[in-house]
T-cell receptor, first 114, second 116 residues
Framework: AQSVSQHNHHVILSEAASLELGCNYS??????LFWYVQYPGQHLQLLLK??????LVKGIKGFEAEFIKSKFSFNLRKPSVQWSDTAEYFC????????????FGAGTILRVKS | GAGVSQSPSNKVTEKGKDVELRCDPI?????LYWYRQSLGQGLEFLIY????????KSGLPSDRFSAERTGGSVSTLTIQRTQQEDSAVYLC??????????????FGPGTRLTVT
């Protein structure tokens, strides 16, 4: 079945470590790509999105993601994490043929140790 | 400005009872979505309303689930004869339109439904 895969379910990092969360999707054709974050006790909010153009997109709070079409990937990165980045991160895709429905990955829980 | 609001924030119900969950989208947003977040299934699309078009119900898991959107604004998700597997957080989102680089879905805080 077509899907969105996030490779790590749990990640634990120390403050100042670099972060990369993997996301792969299996839809062919045009896709719109998103990363959402859910901080403890808060609702989902958008970190960044890719529609077209420069495949390296920058989002809020120092996050960035790179769209690599040939690898069907949209990995999230941050050079130096902070304790406040502790949250659950969701990769999401809107495949062109799906209209406007987000298809989410399973999520990655990030814990940053202070 | 005000974001997407949902009520109630928590709902505990007995198996077999009907429940209604409410969503107030951001004012002016033409599109409204319902998703479900559960431990076993992650985040799943349920139903989508866009303007006056017929809703996309392709994600509803059974005919016990239905939703309506009145006046292009408030939406109600109804679950009839609730089952324990319906226990989840039900999320509502809205967006100002469809497609385009500015497109984004804004999520509400969710309703946590527990079926006992």
């Amino acid at each position: 079945a077509q899907s969105v895969s996030q490779h790590n379910h749990h990640v634990i990092l120390s403050e100042a470590a670099s972060l990369e969360l993997g996301c792969n999707y299996s839809y062919g054709g045009t896709v719109n790509l998103f990363w959402y974050v859910q901080y403890p006790g808060q609702h989902l909010q958008l970190l960044l999105k890719y529609f077209s153009g420069d495949p390296l997109v920058k989002g809020i709070k120092g996050f960035e993601a790179e769209f690599i079409k040939s690898k069907f990937s949209f990995n999230l990165r941050k050079p130096s994490v902070q304790w406040s980045d502790t949250a659950e991160y969701f990769c999401a895709v809107i495949p062109w043929e799906y209209g406007n429905k987000l298809v989410f990955g399973a999520g990655t829980i990030l814990r940053v140790k202070s | 400005g005000a974001g997407v609001s949902q009520s109630p924030s928590n709902k505990v119900t007995e198996k077999g009872k009907d429940v209604e969950l409410r969503c107030d989208p951001i004012s002016g947003h033409t599109a409204l979505y319902w998703y479900r977040q559960s431990l076993g299934q992650g985040l799943e699309f349920l139903i989508y309303f866009q303007g006056n078009s017929a809703p996309d119900k392709s994600g509803l898991p059974s005919d016990r689930f239905s939703a309506e959107r009145t006046g292009g604004s408030v939406s109600t998700l109804t679950i009839q004869r609730t089952q324990q597997e319906d226990s989840a957080v039900y999320l509502c989102a809205s967006s100002p339109g469809t497609a385009g680089p500015s497109y984004e879905q804004y999520f509400g805080p969710g309703t946590r439904l527990t079926v006992t």
